[in-house]
């Protein structure tokens, strides 16, 4: 993005889909400082926004909880004659009610001359974030439409409130359900510990994915049920229809480890080899489960004995986890393993040929060059703002 806002400045007059297109790119790399203040830009230059420029920024508002830039974008909004656009009017309200003000959300809900169902959801979700779930009902029985996100979100609420009752009951007046509403119920009945309501609800489903299923077994496993778990996911193996994912295998690895059933051959359909086990360990890293991931070490070991790149998996995990203890054990058994870990490499084309680059590579015959192109590209990122993170360079291998 440092480079777009550079090519940027240099436009000396740039049109409606170029800022907008600046907004978005801000946006969707998370940078929502950056989205406001570009809107400040674009306001002192006296330019202004359109219809698809205001639902970005108002949306980069909500997300840093900056309720005053927000009431300073909504003036603008006012001011523009975009008040009666829906999409905009929903983001105001979505930011609104994520700050907690409900009545401001409110209030531009019954300004809105045309309220889709978008809106409607927007509205009672928003009532649902600020525990009303006397006016959320309200909205959603006088809603004109109602679209099946609009259902799902209203037994959610009954779920998070463990109504599982009413919850039931709405789920079972929807005219029409998807997989994610069944997954919904399933789940709040798992977490609810009403297994065997979880269970019919299960086999009444006319269709399941991975997440049905790893609602049913991580149920199991939450509650304790660890001999279901494992009946759970053999069941899901022999059915075929659904393939595990790495929460799955997180899930029932787990299960085991608690079981001391670690021979996993008799719950899978062959022995697990390094490379399970690596997506294993690499999968404990995303649930941050560290017990599993110092067993996956142990069969890594036993496996690859001579691979350093399982030592820094792990390692990678404890750094997460601030346990720098940890790490620098690992760093010194990597060391005491007598390999190391292969450099990077990268291949280009150049010059009708393919040209190979190691990491810190000085073999090639123009290396000065090369060097000097990359240091001049350095200096380009850093005059234009661009602060490399060298965290997780400096906490992995």
């Not at 929903?90 to 907690?100: H, N, V």
């Not at 909205?139 to 959610?156: K, Q």
Request: hydrophobic share 45%.
């Amino acid at each position: 993005m440092a480079y777009a806002h550079k090519v940027f400045d240099g436009i000396p007059d740039p049109n409606f889909a170029l800022w907008n297109a600046m907004f978005r790119g801000y946006a969707k790399n998370e940078s929502h400082r950056e989205v406001i203040l570009l809107f400040g830009r674009m306001k002192s230059m006296d330019i202004m926004p359109n219809c698809f420029t205001f639902p970005v920024v108002i949306k980069s508002c909500g997300r840093l909880k900056r309720l005053l830039e927000g009431e300073e974008v909504h003036c603008v909004v006012i001011k523009g004659g975009f008040r009666a656009n829906p999409y905009v009017g929903t983001t105001l309200i979505e930011m609104y009610a994520a700050g907690g003000v409900i009545g401001a959300a409110y209030k531009v809900f019954g300004e809105m001359f045309e309220r889709n169902v978008v809106a409607w959801t927007s509205m009672i979700n928003g009532y649902i974030l600020c525990g009303d779930m006397v006016s959320a009902q309200r909205l959603f029985h006088l809603a004109p439409e109602r679209d099946i996100v609009l259902w799902n979100t209203m037994v959610s609420c009954y779920i998070e409130l463990r109504d599982m009752v009413a919850a039931r009951k709405l789920f079972d007046d929807m005219p029409r359900r998807d997989v994610m509403g069944w997954n919904t119920v399933l789940n709040g009945y798992a977490s609810n510990g009403e297994f065997d309501a979880c269970e019919k609800l299960f086999e009444e489903m006319p269709e399941r994915n991975v997440f049905s299923w790893n609602g049913l077994i991580g149920g199991y496993a939450r509650n304790g049920r660890f001999f279901q778990v494992l009946g759970s996911f053999k069941r899901m193996l022999s059915e075929g229809d659904v393939l595990p994912n790495d929460a799955t295998l997180v899930i029932v690895l787990s299960a085991c480890a608690r079981l001391g059933a670690l021979d996993l051959g008799k719950w899978m359909p062959m022995e697990p080899d390094a490379v399970i086990w690596a997506a294993i360990l690499g999968a404990c890293r995303i649930h941050k489960n560290i017990e599993l991931a110092e067993l996956a070490l142990e069969r890594l070991i036993e496996l690859e004995p001579k691979n350093p790149a399982n030592y820094v998996m792990l390692s990678n995990i404890y750094g997460d986890l601030g346990r720098w203890k940890d790490v620098a054990r690992l760093k010194v058994a990597t060391r005491d393993t007598g390999y190391k870990k292969v450099p990077g490499v990268s291949f280009i084309e150049a010059n009708d040929g393919v040209v190979e680059f190691y990491s810190l590579d000085e073999r090639h015959p123009e290396t000065e060059e090369i060097y000097g192109a990359l240091r001049g590209l350095t200096k380009l990122l850093k005059s234009s703002g661009y602060v490399p993170d060298f965290l997780e360079l400096g906490q992995g291998a």
